[in-house]
């Protein structure tokens, strides 16, 4: 089976309020990167290739945080990889910034 990496962000918006952000957030990586996201309930799957990586994950939109699960790129990207998601997530989830400011392109 293959290694999987998790990322934890918190929230203070409710629950609905989250989603709208992580779907803006999704909409920005289907027009960017022409990531497929579905949602059922409160979970956004991601279905993606990027280069040489297969993606194939989910965000979940909890209470009080998002947690982020999908394949652990491995060693050489592991970092880069969980830095650039982890500031695309504190963005979209950041209470200064408005849902309608947030990127969708």
């Given at each position: 089976?293959?290694?999987?990496m998790?990322?934890?962000?918190a929230h ?5 309020d989250?989603?709208?952000r992580?779907?803006a ?8 990167y ?5 949602w059922s309930?409160?979970?956004?799957n991601?279905k ?7 993606v194939d994950?989910?965000?979940d ?12 790129p491995g060693r050489?990207l592991?970092?880069k ?7 695309k997530?504190?963005k979209?989830?950041?209470p200064a ?7 969708r392109?």
């Open positions: 089976m293959a290694k999987r998790t990322l934890e962000v203070t918006f409710s629950r609905e989250a989603r709208a992580i779907e957030l999704g909409d920005y990586f289907a027009n960017k022409n990531v497929d996201v579905g309930g409160d979970r956004a991601i993606a290739k990027y280069m040489m990586l297969k994950g989910h965000i939109i909890l209470d009080d945080n998002v947690v982020l699960e999908g394949p652990d050489l592991r970092n990889a969980t830095d650039y998601l982890r500031k997530l504190l979209y989830l950041d910034t408005a849902l309608d400011d947030l990127p392109r």
